[in-house]
């Protein structure tokens, strides 16, 4: 038990020392619409269920999902892709927002944002629609745009960072983001990042990268392999072979179905009357990509379906192949811990980790010992996004210089956490704590505090290598602004200090009739929320004071306006730190709220029994 707990503290340690970590994701972002309804009986037309909605939800999917799982494990993510200028490029900015991705997506106009719409009934997905045409390729102002805006990200996390290096994490899922310019870039720059990691659905377009981190499913990893391969024929007898498409499935697990070789062996060791000529004859159609032969009996030119025959777990020209009667009882597992090495020759990477759906993933690194995790099946429509978790976790925990073996293990428990609920998957860093069995760390100090603690409090976190941010205001009448605002202002940080107005800073700003809540009843709201880590009360008109004292690595004001218009600004440069603003939710403000509530008073007319009664 004492080891046991010992093990759960040193993962948590890993979990705490990524806080903050840069990372910048590149890719195919997309946007993840859930539709949820009721079914009771068919139509009359056609023997079709007839739906009712009932609640609809949006979220960050593909690369957008992979910055979200980042923000919300405690990394400082940053996305960088194409976003069309429609309904769906808007949803996706509000979900980045919200999750506190630093939203450096470029707008596309004429060019939609890839969505998946699913629709379910009793939460099982009865169809999804697609939109968004992978085949329309970025044009040249847009490559140019997003170059642009991968060079700025890139610097704008390294000033973040100190100067350190930021990590990058790339997601090609086939959608057109990335294109041979944006590829041939991220080769060429590949110094400025410590560690890449990269989830793509063709590794062989990625020659040259050299990452620390691949993450192939399971048909990715056979495909490259079989690309890799030679002409070498799989020896006569028993083929098992597994299928799955020609193109793999922008998101969700790899789908791969067990049969008999067409026109080959039959798993139970017959064979039928065309193959068994052609296993007699040596001979094959040529079917592969290079123009060489392939296993016998394949129906479609490529890599459309992966042979699992052979001794000792040899590669063929267009697949991977184990004999069925020596190898009986081989899984997808062993046979992906058998190709690990080949997997890191052909892509290059320091680590592979082949994830295989619901029974959780193979990784090896240098030291050639390969690792098995394990996940828990669930259903399908559980399990979307949870790569991106996994990508999320890995990625931070080697960014953190923690053991590989330590990687692995909070990754597939970040993937396997998430996936308790349909729709798309996100790990907090905070449901990783608990399922460590430990809560998140604290200071000890009390939200509510004083100035003359703040420098104890702040003292720590610069002793532990923590950002701290810091903000200030009157928060009258918190509203749904204000708590967007917080959590944004949290997520550019380790620790957000809150500085509230007192009553009477407030009616020297304000005017004499505010603040409608007194300072005791404001700080107390703020303290409640989980995004503020500390309140304190001035006094003065302005935080000068308290920025002096805090010295504050990124202060942050409310605003549309540039940060060089903030008063503060010159003073936080001059102690060295950032200043950024963040814009309002529209139609959002204390005023306006005030305003309505006066309004709806003088609307209503006096109740006569409330009148006072003359003596």
Not at 592 to 612: C, G, K, V, Y
Request: glycine share 10%; net charge negative.
């Amino acid at each position: 038990m004492a080891g046991a707990a010992a093990e759960q503290r040193r993962l948590a340690t890993v979990v705490e020392s990524w806080l903050g970590r840069p990372v910048l994701i590149v890719g195919d972002a997309m946007l993840d619409e859930w539709r949820f309804a009721d079914s009771e009986r068919l139509c009359r037309e056609a023997p079709a269920p007839v739906l009712t909605l009932r609640r609809r939800i949006s979220a960050a999917g593909g690369a957008a999902n992979t910055a979200v799982n980042v923000a919300a494990l405690g990394g400082r993510a940053v996305l960088v892709a194409p976003v069309g200028a429609d309904v769906a490029g808007d949803e996706l900015h509000d979900c980045l927002d919200r999750a506190g991705v630093w939203d450096r997506t470029v707008n596309q106009p004429g060019r939609p944002t890839p969505v998946k719409r699913r629709m379910l009934a009793g939460n099982q997905i009865l169809l999804r629609e697609d939109s968004g045409d992978p085949d329309d390729a970025l044009d040249p102002d847009a490559v140019t745009r997003l170059l642009t805006a991968l060079d700025c990200a890139t610097e704008e996390l390294r000033a973040a960072a100190n100067g350190a290096a930021p990590t990058l994490v790339v997601c090609d899922y086939g959608l057109g983001a990335l294109s041979a310019p944006i590829r041939a870039w991220l080769v060429e720059q590949r110094e400025r990042y410590a560690t890449v990691a990269l989830d793509a659905h063709d590794l062989a377009d990625w020659h040259g990268l050299a990452p620390t981190v691949v993450t192939p499913s399971f048909a990715e990893a056979t495909r490259l392999l079989a690309r890799a391969a030679g002409a070498t024929r799989p020896p006569a007898g028993t083929e098992l072979h597994l299928e799955h498409p020609d193109v793999d499935p922008a998101d969700g697990p790899s789908e791969l179905t067990v049969g008999a070789a067409p026109g080959g062996a039959h798993a139970d060791g017959g064979t039928t009357e065309a193959g068994a000529d052609e296993a007699h004859t040596g001979s094959g159609p040529d079917l592969s990509r290079s123009g060489r032969p392939g296993p016998l009996g394949e129906p479609t030119p490529g890599e459309g379906r992966v042979a699992l025959t052979g001794d000792g777990l040899s590669v063929t020209g267009t697949g991977v192949t184990v004999n069925t009667e020596a190898g009986a009882g081989i899984d997808r597992a062993v046979l992906a811990e058998s190709r690990l090495a080949e997997l890191r020759a052909h892509t290059g990477a320091d680590v592979v980790a082949v994830t295989l759906d619901t029974e959780g993933a193979v990784v090896g690194g240098a030291d050639g010992e390969p690792r098995r995790s394990h996940s828990t099946p669930v259903p399908a429509s559980h399990a979307v996004g949870a790569g991106d978790a996994y990508l999320a976790a890995m990625t931070l925990a080697l960014a953190a210089d923690a053991p590989l073996p330590t990687a692995a293990q909070l990754a597939q428990l970040a993937a396997t956490i998430t996936v308790s609920d349909t729709g798309t998957c996100v790990c907090r860093r905070e449901d990783l704590l608990t399922a460590l069995d430990l809560p998140p760390e604290t200071t000890g100090h009390p939200v509510l505090v004083g100035t003359d603690e703040l420098d104890a409090i702040v003292a720590e976190y610069r002793d532990a290598g923590r950002s701290v941010v810091f903000t200030n205001g009157c928060f009258d009448v918190l509203h749904r602004g204000h708590v967007r605002y917080l959590e944004q202002a949290r997520a550019l940080g380790d620790l957000l200090i809150v500085a509230v107005n007192s009553d009477g800073s407030v009616r020297r700003l304000k005017g004499p009739d505010r603040p409608v809540n007194p300072v005791e009843d404001r700080g107390a709201l703020l303290a409640a929320l989980s995004c503020v880590d500390h309140v304190v009360v001035f006094e003065e008109d302005s935080p000068t004071a308290l920025i002096e004292a805090v010295r504050p690595d990124v202060y942050v004001k409310g605003g549309d306006y540039p940060p060089e218009l903030v008063p503060e600004a010159p003073l936080v440069r001059r102690l060295g730190g950032q200043v950024r603003t963040l814009g309002y939710v529209p139609d959002r403000s204390t005023s306006a709220i005030i305003e309505r509530i006066r309004a709806h008073s003088q609307d209503r007319e006096p109740d006569p029994s409330l009148s006072t009664r003359p003596s």
